[in-house]
Nanobody
């Protein structure tokens, strides 16, 4: 059973930066893609970023230029670097990994942007 363990959230002031981490219990190259999702209070999860198996990154337009997705294959870890954070970025961030047969989710990490 694949596990995704997230870390790196917390309380941050507007304009600050956070880096979220998603560590997989198996090789991340076994996944077709890994994703970061964002869920605001009372809303559905929205796709924020994707890292494909071949290393191609995708960032949704609403955060492009502020958020960046990367990975460390040796550490089986995907990252979400979030810069210039705004109060509207507040919510729970989830990582997900998709294989040919299954999808796996991290436990979610709370990000609160507030002064």
């Amino acid at each position: 059973q694949v596990q995704l363990v997230q870390s790196g959230g917390g309380l941050i002031q507007p304009g600050g930066s956070l880096r979220l981490t998603c560590e997989a219990s198996s090789s991340i190259l076994s996944f077709m893609a890994m994703h970061w999702y964002y869920q605001a209070p009372g809303s559905q999860r929205e796709l924020v970023a994707t890292m494909t198996k071949d290393g191609s990154p995708y960032i949704t337009d609403s955060v492009k230029g502020r958020f960046f997705v990367s990975r460390d294959i040796a550490k089986d870890t995907m990252y979400l670097q979030m810069n210039s954070l705004k109060p509207d970025d507040t919510g729970v961030y989830y990582c997900a990994a998709v294989s040919h047969t299954s999808a796996y989710w991290g436990q979610g990490t709370q990000v609160t942007v507030s002064s």
